[in-house]
Protein backbone atom coordinates (compact mmCIF):
# COMPACT_ATOMS: atom_id res chain seq x y z
CA UNK A 1 0.00 0.00 0.00
CA UNK A 2 2.92 2.49 0.92
CA UNK A 3 3.95 2.09 -2.75
CA UNK A 4 0.80 2.96 -3.98
CA UNK A 5 1.25 5.77 -2.57
CA UNK A 6 4.14 6.67 -3.76
CA UNK A 7 3.22 5.64 -7.34
CA UNK A 8 0.48 7.93 -6.57
CA UNK A 9 2.84 10.91 -5.94
CA UNK A 10 5.24 10.31 -8.75
CA UNK A 11 2.73 9.85 -11.13
CA UNK A 12 0.86 13.21 -10.01
CA UNK A 13 4.35 15.40 -10.08
CA UNK A 14 5.02 13.69 -13.37
CA UNK A 15 1.70 14.30 -15.09
CA UNK A 16 1.73 17.91 -13.89
CA UNK A 17 4.50 18.47 -16.77
CA UNK A 18 2.12 17.31 -19.35
CA UNK A 19 0.03 20.89 -18.26
CA UNK A 20 0.53 23.60 -20.45
CA UNK A 21 -2.65 25.79 -19.74
CA UNK A 22 -5.12 26.65 -17.22
CA UNK A 23 -7.84 24.17 -18.38
CA UNK A 24 -5.51 21.50 -18.19
CA UNK A 25 -4.61 22.33 -14.94
CA UNK A 26 -8.24 22.62 -13.80
CA UNK A 27 -8.54 19.20 -14.98
CA UNK A 28 -5.49 18.42 -13.30
CA UNK A 29 -6.68 19.53 -9.82
CA UNK A 30 -10.05 17.26 -10.16
CA UNK A 31 -7.78 14.07 -10.81
CA UNK A 32 -5.72 15.07 -7.81
CA UNK A 33 -6.22 17.63 -5.29
CA UNK A 34 -9.70 17.56 -4.98
CA UNK A 35 -11.92 15.68 -2.43
CA UNK A 36 -12.34 12.87 -4.32
CA UNK A 37 -9.02 13.37 -6.07
CA UNK A 38 -6.28 10.50 -6.10
CA UNK A 39 -3.75 12.60 -3.63
CA UNK A 40 -6.70 13.62 -0.87
CA UNK A 41 -8.11 10.08 -1.00
CA UNK A 42 -4.50 8.63 -0.16
CA UNK A 43 -5.54 10.42 3.39
CA UNK A 44 -8.76 8.77 3.68
CA UNK A 45 -6.79 5.32 3.24
CA UNK A 46 -4.53 5.78 6.02
CA UNK A 47 -7.32 4.32 8.62
CA UNK A 48 -7.05 0.87 6.70
CA UNK A 49 -3.71 0.70 7.87
CA UNK A 50 -2.59 -1.66 10.88
CA UNK A 51 -1.97 0.70 14.20
CA UNK A 52 1.65 0.14 13.80
CA UNK A 53 1.88 0.82 9.87
CA UNK A 54 -0.47 4.40 10.32
CA UNK A 55 2.07 6.67 11.54
CA UNK A 56 4.34 5.89 8.57
CA UNK A 57 1.27 5.88 5.89
CA UNK A 58 0.34 9.20 7.38
CA UNK A 59 3.63 10.70 7.02
CA UNK A 60 3.97 9.57 3.66
CA UNK A 61 0.46 10.19 2.49
CA UNK A 62 1.53 14.07 3.70
CA UNK A 63 4.13 14.31 2.04
CA UNK A 64 2.82 13.09 -0.91
CA UNK A 65 0.15 15.91 -0.74
CA UNK A 66 2.08 18.71 0.35
CA UNK A 67 4.74 18.33 -2.62
CA UNK A 68 2.19 17.90 -5.28
CA UNK A 69 -0.05 20.72 -3.70
CA UNK A 70 3.35 22.61 -3.95
CA UNK A 71 4.28 21.85 -7.43
CA UNK A 72 0.57 22.67 -8.85
CA UNK A 73 0.62 25.97 -6.88
CA UNK A 74 3.65 27.21 -8.25
CA UNK A 75 2.43 26.18 -12.33
CA UNK A 76 -0.54 27.72 -11.21
CA UNK A 77 1.18 31.32 -10.71
CA UNK A 78 3.13 31.44 -13.35
CA UNK A 79 0.44 30.02 -15.96
CA UNK A 80 -1.96 33.23 -14.60
CA UNK A 81 1.26 35.45 -14.82
CA UNK A 82 1.59 34.02 -18.64
CA UNK A 83 -1.88 34.89 -19.50
CA UNK A 84 -2.27 38.58 -17.92
CA UNK A 85 1.17 39.15 -19.89
CA UNK A 86 -0.58 38.18 -22.75
CA UNK A 87 -3.26 40.47 -22.61
CA UNK A 88 -1.36 43.23 -21.23
CA UNK A 89 -1.39 46.32 -23.99
CA UNK A 90 1.23 46.62 -26.55
CA UNK A 91 3.64 49.47 -25.43
CA UNK A 92 3.92 52.08 -28.43
CA UNK A 93 7.48 53.80 -27.77
CA UNK A 94 6.26 56.27 -30.62
CA UNK A 95 3.70 58.04 -28.76
CA UNK A 96 4.55 61.35 -27.67
CA UNK A 97 5.44 61.49 -23.62
CA UNK A 98 3.32 63.31 -20.73
CA UNK A 99 4.58 66.32 -20.16
CA UNK A 100 5.16 66.48 -16.24
CA UNK A 101 3.39 69.78 -14.64
CA UNK A 102 5.56 72.40 -14.16
CA UNK A 103 5.73 74.14 -10.50
CA UNK A 104 6.14 77.95 -9.93
CA UNK A 105 6.50 80.01 -7.40
CA UNK A 106 3.41 81.36 -5.31
CA UNK A 107 2.29 84.72 -6.30
CA UNK A 108 3.50 85.84 -2.55
CA UNK A 109 6.77 84.26 -2.72
CA UNK A 110 7.26 86.00 -5.92
CA UNK A 111 6.24 89.22 -4.48
CA UNK A 112 8.38 88.99 -1.08
CA UNK A 113 11.40 88.30 -3.63
CA UNK A 114 10.36 91.07 -5.72
CA UNK A 115 10.37 93.56 -2.54
CA UNK A 116 13.20 91.94 -1.37
CA UNK A 117 15.11 92.78 -4.48
CA UNK A 118 13.62 96.58 -4.65
CA UNK A 119 15.04 97.09 -0.64
CA UNK A 120 18.61 95.43 -1.55
CA UNK A 121 18.75 97.83 -3.84
CA UNK A 122 17.90 100.64 -1.69
CA UNK A 123 20.63 99.24 0.68
CA UNK A 124 18.54 97.51 2.74
CA UNK A 125 19.45 93.92 4.15
CA UNK A 126 16.87 91.12 5.56
CA UNK A 127 16.18 89.93 8.70
CA UNK A 128 13.87 87.26 9.98
CA UNK A 129 12.05 86.23 13.16
CA UNK A 130 10.05 83.27 14.83
CA UNK A 131 6.28 82.54 14.24
CA UNK A 132 5.87 81.85 17.89
CA UNK A 133 6.91 84.70 19.34
CA UNK A 134 7.04 85.94 23.48
CA UNK A 135 4.87 88.98 24.97
CA UNK A 136 7.97 90.71 25.03
CA UNK A 137 9.25 90.60 21.26
CA UNK A 138 5.10 90.98 20.19
CA UNK A 139 4.24 93.37 23.02
CA UNK A 140 6.47 94.69 25.88
CA UNK A 141 9.75 95.73 24.52
CA UNK A 142 6.94 97.44 21.45
CA UNK A 143 5.94 99.99 24.42
CA UNK A 144 2.50 98.21 24.30
CA UNK A 145 1.61 97.94 27.85
CA UNK A 146 -0.33 95.34 29.83
CA UNK A 147 -3.58 97.32 29.82
CA UNK A 148 -3.30 97.82 26.07
CA UNK A 149 -6.26 96.34 24.18
CA UNK A 150 -3.86 94.79 21.51
CA UNK A 151 -3.18 92.22 24.33
CA UNK A 152 -6.40 91.30 24.95
CA UNK A 153 -6.31 87.28 24.61
CA UNK A 154 -9.14 87.36 22.22
CA UNK A 155 -7.63 89.47 19.64
CA UNK A 156 -4.67 87.28 19.67
CA UNK A 157 -3.72 83.56 19.24
CA UNK A 158 -1.74 82.46 22.32
CA UNK A 159 -0.14 79.19 23.17
CA UNK A 160 0.42 79.77 26.71
CA UNK A 161 0.55 82.89 29.41
CA UNK A 162 3.80 84.11 27.56
CA UNK A 163 3.78 82.28 23.84
CA UNK A 164 1.60 83.52 20.88
CA UNK A 165 1.47 83.93 17.35
CA UNK A 166 2.96 86.61 16.28
CA UNK A 167 0.30 89.55 15.09
CA UNK A 168 2.99 91.81 13.24
CA UNK A 169 6.56 91.60 11.81
CA UNK A 170 7.71 94.66 14.10
CA UNK A 171 8.99 91.38 16.43
CA UNK A 172 11.76 91.38 14.49
CA UNK A 173 12.77 95.28 14.63
CA UNK A 174 13.36 94.03 18.47
CA UNK A 175 15.37 91.40 17.57
CA UNK A 176 17.59 93.15 15.25
CA UNK A 177 18.26 95.68 17.46
CA UNK A 178 18.66 93.20 20.53
CA UNK A 179 21.75 92.08 17.94
CA UNK A 180 22.64 94.48 16.50
CA UNK A 181 24.72 97.88 17.23
CA UNK A 182 23.23 100.93 14.86
CA UNK A 183 23.66 101.84 11.67
CA UNK A 184 20.79 99.53 10.83
CA UNK A 185 18.99 99.48 7.84
CA UNK A 186 16.75 95.84 7.47
CA UNK A 187 13.84 94.58 6.03
CA UNK A 188 11.65 91.52 7.69
CA UNK A 189 9.13 89.72 5.23
CA UNK A 190 6.89 87.09 7.50
CA UNK A 191 4.01 85.57 8.34
CA UNK A 192 1.48 87.37 11.32
CA UNK A 193 -1.77 85.77 13.14
CA UNK A 194 -4.95 87.70 14.17
CA UNK A 195 -8.04 86.07 15.18
CA UNK A 196 -10.35 88.29 12.18
CA UNK A 197 -12.91 87.69 10.67
CA UNK A 198 -12.53 86.73 6.88
CA UNK A 199 -13.60 88.79 4.47
CA UNK A 200 -12.03 90.09 1.02
CA UNK A 201 -9.81 91.97 2.77
CA UNK A 202 -8.70 90.31 5.79
CA UNK A 203 -7.24 87.29 7.03
CA UNK A 204 -6.71 85.55 10.19
CA UNK A 205 -3.03 84.82 8.68
CA UNK A 206 -1.26 87.59 6.33
CA UNK A 207 1.82 88.56 5.00
CA UNK A 208 3.87 91.92 6.52
CA UNK A 209 6.93 92.99 5.16
CA UNK A 210 8.35 95.10 8.06
CA UNK A 211 11.54 98.03 7.94
CA UNK A 212 13.51 99.19 10.35
CA UNK A 213 16.77 102.12 9.78
CA UNK A 214 18.47 103.35 12.64
CA UNK A 215 21.46 105.46 12.21
CA UNK A 216 22.38 109.01 13.65
CA UNK A 217 20.17 112.23 12.07
CA UNK A 218 17.78 110.00 10.60
CA UNK A 219 14.09 111.81 9.72
CA UNK A 220 10.70 111.61 8.50
CA UNK A 221 11.80 113.00 5.12
CA UNK A 222 13.84 109.34 5.27
CA UNK A 223 10.82 107.91 5.76
CA UNK A 224 8.91 109.42 3.31
CA UNK A 225 11.49 109.31 0.91
CA UNK A 226 12.09 105.73 0.68
CA UNK A 227 8.22 104.55 1.07
CA UNK A 228 7.97 106.90 -2.26
CA UNK A 229 10.60 105.34 -3.97
CA UNK A 230 9.53 101.70 -2.90
CA UNK A 231 5.68 102.27 -4.03
CA UNK A 232 7.08 103.52 -7.48
CA UNK A 233 9.27 100.57 -7.90
CA UNK A 234 6.92 97.93 -7.02
CA UNK A 235 3.60 99.73 -8.59
CA UNK A 236 4.85 102.13 -11.33
CA UNK A 237 4.92 105.59 -11.09
CA UNK A 238 1.49 106.61 -11.28
CA UNK A 239 0.69 104.72 -8.26
CA UNK A 240 -1.14 106.68 -5.25
CA UNK A 241 -0.77 106.73 -1.84
CA UNK A 242 -0.71 109.20 1.02
CA UNK A 243 0.66 109.43 4.54
CA UNK A 244 -2.65 109.69 7.37
CA UNK A 245 -1.88 110.43 11.07
CA UNK A 246 -2.18 107.38 13.27
CA UNK A 247 -1.09 106.33 16.07
CA UNK A 248 1.14 103.09 17.33
CA UNK A 249 2.79 102.51 20.96
CA UNK A 250 6.52 102.17 19.11
CA UNK A 251 6.04 104.84 16.91
CA UNK A 252 6.10 108.97 17.67
CA UNK A 253 4.70 110.69 15.26
CA UNK A 254 3.38 107.79 13.50
CA UNK A 255 1.16 107.21 10.41
CA UNK A 256 -0.91 105.10 8.07
CA UNK A 257 0.14 104.66 4.37
CA UNK A 258 -2.64 104.46 1.99
CA UNK A 259 -3.15 102.62 -1.29
CA UNK A 260 -5.27 103.95 -3.87
CA UNK A 261 -6.95 100.65 -4.82
CA UNK A 262 -9.95 99.49 -7.13
CA UNK A 263 -12.59 97.12 -5.63
CA UNK A 264 -14.46 94.55 -7.80
CA UNK A 265 -16.44 96.99 -9.33
CA UNK A 266 -13.94 99.36 -10.46
CA UNK A 267 -14.43 101.86 -8.24
CA UNK A 268 -11.13 103.39 -6.64
CA UNK A 269 -10.60 103.84 -2.97
CA UNK A 270 -8.29 104.52 -0.30
CA UNK A 271 -7.02 101.19 1.50
CA UNK A 272 -5.11 101.10 4.58
CA UNK A 273 -1.58 99.64 3.48
CA UNK A 274 0.09 99.25 6.84
CA UNK A 275 1.80 101.81 9.43
CA UNK A 276 5.01 103.48 9.85
CA UNK A 277 6.54 106.24 12.18
CA UNK A 278 9.60 107.60 14.06
CA UNK A 279 10.97 104.51 16.57
CA UNK A 280 9.91 105.60 19.90
CA UNK A 281 12.78 106.17 22.23
CA UNK A 282 10.96 103.92 24.54
CA UNK A 283 11.51 101.25 21.95
CA UNK A 284 15.15 101.86 21.57
CA UNK A 285 15.26 102.08 25.79
CA UNK A 286 14.21 98.19 25.54
CA UNK A 287 16.60 97.31 23.58
CA UNK A 288 19.56 99.18 24.75
CA UNK A 289 20.48 101.90 21.82
CA UNK A 290 20.94 105.44 23.11
CA UNK A 291 17.80 107.64 21.37
CA UNK A 292 19.74 110.54 22.52
CA UNK A 293 22.26 109.72 19.69
CA UNK A 294 20.38 107.66 16.94
CA UNK A 295 16.57 108.08 15.65
CA UNK A 296 15.06 105.81 13.30
CA UNK A 297 11.76 104.94 11.42
CA UNK A 298 9.88 101.76 10.71
CA UNK A 299 7.13 100.18 9.19
CA UNK A 300 5.09 97.27 8.68
CA UNK A 301 3.09 96.47 5.26
CA UNK A 302 0.33 94.04 4.53
CA UNK A 303 2.09 92.14 1.08
CA UNK A 304 -1.35 90.61 -0.19
CA UNK A 305 -2.24 94.20 -0.16
CA UNK A 306 0.38 95.58 -2.29
CA UNK A 307 0.30 92.21 -4.26
CA UNK A 308 -3.71 93.01 -4.82
CA UNK A 309 -3.19 96.27 -5.89
CA UNK A 310 -0.48 95.61 -8.74
CA UNK A 311 -2.05 92.28 -9.75
CA UNK A 312 -5.75 93.57 -9.65
CA UNK A 313 -6.67 90.89 -6.97
CA UNK A 314 -10.07 91.71 -5.21
CA UNK A 315 -10.54 88.83 -2.35
CA UNK A 316 -7.59 87.91 -0.34
CA UNK A 317 -8.53 84.95 0.02
CA UNK A 318 -7.59 83.76 -3.11
CA UNK A 319 -4.14 83.70 -1.98
CA UNK A 320 -4.80 80.99 0.22
CA UNK A 321 -7.41 78.78 -1.36
CA UNK A 322 -5.08 76.21 -3.34
CA UNK A 323 -7.11 77.31 -6.94
CA UNK A 324 -4.47 76.26 -9.49
CA UNK A 325 -6.71 78.47 -11.89
CA UNK A 326 -5.85 81.45 -9.79
CA UNK A 327 -2.54 80.82 -9.15
CA UNK A 328 -1.19 79.32 -12.57
CA UNK A 329 -2.02 82.95 -13.89
CA UNK A 330 0.92 84.73 -12.32
N1 LIG B 1 2.95 96.53 13.37
C1 LIG B 1 1.89 97.39 12.92
C2 LIG B 1 0.68 96.52 12.60
O1 LIG B 1 0.81 95.37 12.45
C3 LIG B 1 2.28 98.14 11.69
C4 LIG B 1 3.37 99.10 11.94
C5 LIG B 1 3.11 100.39 12.36
C6 LIG B 1 4.68 98.72 11.78
C7 LIG B 1 4.10 101.28 12.58
C8 LIG B 1 5.71 99.62 12.00
C9 LIG B 1 5.39 100.92 12.41
O2 LIG B 1 6.98 99.30 11.85
O3 LIG B 1 6.40 101.78 12.59
O4 LIG B 1 -0.40 97.04 12.48
Redesign the pocket.
Known amino acids: MLEQFEKTGKDALAELQQVGDLSALEQYRIKYLSRKGQVTQMLSQIGRFSPEQRPAAGQLANKVKNEVTDAFERLKTSLLQAERQKTKEFLDVTLPGITPAMGKRHIITQTISELLEIFGRMGFSIAYGPEVEDEWHNFVALNIGPEHPARDPLDNFYIDDNLLLR????TI?IRVMEETKPPIRVVAPGR?YRPDTVDATHMYMFY?L???VVDEGISMVDMKTTIDQFIHAFLGKDAKWRFRPSF?P??EP?A?VDLLLADKTGKEGWVEM????M?DPNVFDAVGIGSEKYTG?????GIERLAMRKYGITDIRLFFENDLRFLEQF
Not at 274 to 277: A, L
Not at 297 to 301: D, E, H, I, K, V
Open positions: TQTSQVQEALFFTSEGGCGVWAFGF
